[in-house]
Each structure stands twice: as C-alpha cells, then as structure tokens.
C-alpha cells in the first residue's frame, strides 16, 4: 500500500510542471486570441520612373540606342521599409514602421486618415507632419558658388537644391477598423512620388577636352504634397554632376516634377524649364551654357527624357595653356557644391 501512495505522489510531482507549462504557454499566447482594432497591411509598389502623357513621346517604346541604361533598368527599387502615420479624429497621431510588404497594424477605436511611405531616404526633408493635410516632402539645400542661376529662367535666386532619393506614398482619408480577433488584410499600392529625368548634353566639337561636367534643372517643384501627390507651387533648383559618354555629357536626375501639378486649370506654356552646363577642362578652363527646355519639360511633368545639342568647345580653349591639358583636374576645388545637412 505505501509503495503505490509512492507511486502516487510522484505522479502528482511530475504533473504539476506539465500544467504549469501549459498555463504559461496559454498566457503568453493570450494577446494573439483577443478581440482587438488591428488590420493586415499588404503592401505593393508602382515601380515607375516616369510617366507618359498626351502626345509626348513613349519612351518605353522608343528608347534611344545611344543612352549607356535601359528602360528597365531606370526602375526604383521596393523600398527597405514602410512607414504608416495614423491621424484619429482628434487629430491623435501615432507612427508605425514595418518591413516594406506591410505588418500587422494595432489602431484605436474609432474613423482614422491613414498616410503611408517609405522610411529609407536620405535626402527627404519631411515636413508639417502634423496633419495629414498639410504634410509634405521636401529635400535638401545645396549650393553652387559658381551656379549664378540661368538666363532662362522665370524665377530669379531660385532656391538650390539636391535631388530628393525615391519616395513612394499613399494615403486613405478614412478608415475605420473593427474589434476582431483575425486582423483583415488591407491592400495598399504605393505610388511613386518621385520620378527621374535622363538629361543629354550633346556636344558638336571639342568633348575631348572636358574632364568634369555638371548641371542646373530650373524650375521644378520644391515639394510634394503626400496626400495627394500634388506638388507645391514653389520652385527650385536641381543641382547634380553629369557623366562623360561619347555623345556629351548625361545625368540621371531625380525630381518631385513640375510645379502645382496635377492641376486641372494647367496650362503647359505657364511656367519656364532651364537647363545649365558646366564643365570644367582638362586645362582648368570653366564654360557655362544654359539652355531653354520649356517644351520639353512641359510634356514631361513626370520623369522622360531631355535632350539639348550643338555644344562647342572651341579648340582655342581646350588648347589653351603650356600643356593643353591637365590630368590632375578631378574635382571642382573651391567651387564644389556644398550640401546642407539636415538638423
């Protein structure tokens, strides 16, 4: 009798951890089971670079042999992560981040605007994101001491700027979640904000002679607005360097696009385009041209293509100086471009 009260007991000892381990495993799997306001975001990207419209050349369908990239190969990257910000209806905000397919969303009872994008850039300035109507994307300063703006432009002392990196948004005026246990999935498309222009500098004579390039894109957009992609009326100045090819020089430029667009009273002649040249010659000699790309631009308010030709270089400047060439000259010196940091 005493050996099968033994028995008994430790039965009992050997039951009381499984129990225990089983009440906890139930506990901590607890929050998963309860009845909360959350949704499945399902993220997807617009990969598109720019945008065909009216009677502006197809690009996709007639891409220029010459160019050193493919159409394909112009496409934005999916993101590394996603950032969603939630406006209740006090006007609450809460930011959540998660990888760039989406995540699970935890909200508050009750109506909310919901504002997403990317949390990966490096050159966005964000701005008024304290509600959802006013926020926008802006980018960083720049400056070009030799840059005295271009005799083209509508806008004299244009602000300055970098080219914005890839920003992709969207944005639902209101969602109202419901009190579930199995979060429903919510399909979000991400469309770019910002598009890319690939801008030709062809030259007729004396290419030889240039050993660095760069360039001004006048009167573009200053910012985006996020909910709902339109861009400012204010306008800037992008500055960026171009490449040597063997037609010229090139430059691969990001941009928010033109300015207070889309816009149902837009009128393509309302506004001026302007491009800048500078390159600097093997012999230290510094030329500028500018360049009136109105036309072009007006047909392309979001990313394409933007050519100017009949660029000379006489032989009296590239030849000028004891050696006629300098291969020491690989950077701006005192007039490299100085980019203001963010606070």
Request: aromatic share 12%.
């Amino acid at each position: 009798m005493m050996r099968l009260f033994n028995i008994y007991v430790l039965c009992a000892i050997l039951i009381v951890p499984l129990v225990s381990c089983e009440h906890k495993e139930l506990c901590y799997d607890h929050d998963s089971h309860a009845l909360k306001y959350h949704v499945n975001v399902k993220a997807s990207y617009e990969q598109e670079w720019q945008y065909t419209y009216g009677d502006a050349t197809d690009w996709e369908a007639e891409w220029p042999e010459e160019l050193s990239m493919s159409y394909e190969s112009l496409r934005p990257d999916i993101p590394e992560g996603l950032r969603i910000l939630s406006f209740d209806e006090t006007g609450r905000q809460e930011m959540k981040n998660m990888p760039a397919s989406g995540g699970n969303l935890i909200l508050s009872e009750g109506s909310h605007s919901l504002l997403f994008y990317n949390n990966d850039t490096e050159y966005i300035v964000f701005d008024k994101l304290e509600s959802f109507a006013t926020a926008r994307a802006s980018t960083r300063t720049r400056t070009r001491s030799s840059y005295m703006g271009n005799s083209y432009s509508q806008t004299k002392n244009e602000k300055t700027v970098s080219a914005p990196d890839m920003l992709y948004g969207n944005y639902l005026e209101k969602y109202t979640p419901e009190k579930v246990v199995v979060a429903p999935d919510m399909d979000i498309t991400m469309h770019p904000l910002v598009f890319t222009y690939v801008i030709k500098y062809e030259f007729e004579h004396g290419l030889q002679y240039v050993a660095l390039a760069r360039g001004a894109l006048a009167g573009m957009a200053e910012a985006v607005y996020m909910n709902s992609g339109k861009t400012s009326a204010d306008v800037a100045t992008i500055l960026y360097d171009c490449t040597i090819e063997d037609y010229g020089t090139q430059a691969v430029v990001n941009s928010f696009g033109i300015p207070n667009y889309p816009n149902d009273n837009y009128l393509r002649t309302s506004d001026r385009y302007s491009l800048n040249l500078e390159v600097k010659l093997k012999n230290g000699i510094v030329r500028n041209f500018d360049f009136d790309v109105t036309e072009q631009v007006a047909k392309q308010p979001h990313g394409g293509i933007i050519t100017v030709s009949g660029i000379k270089i006489s032989d009296e400047d590239g030849k000028q100086g004891s050696s006629g060439f300098d291969v020491d000259v690989n950077d701006w010196g005192e007039f490299e471009d100085i980019e203001i940091p963010l606070d």
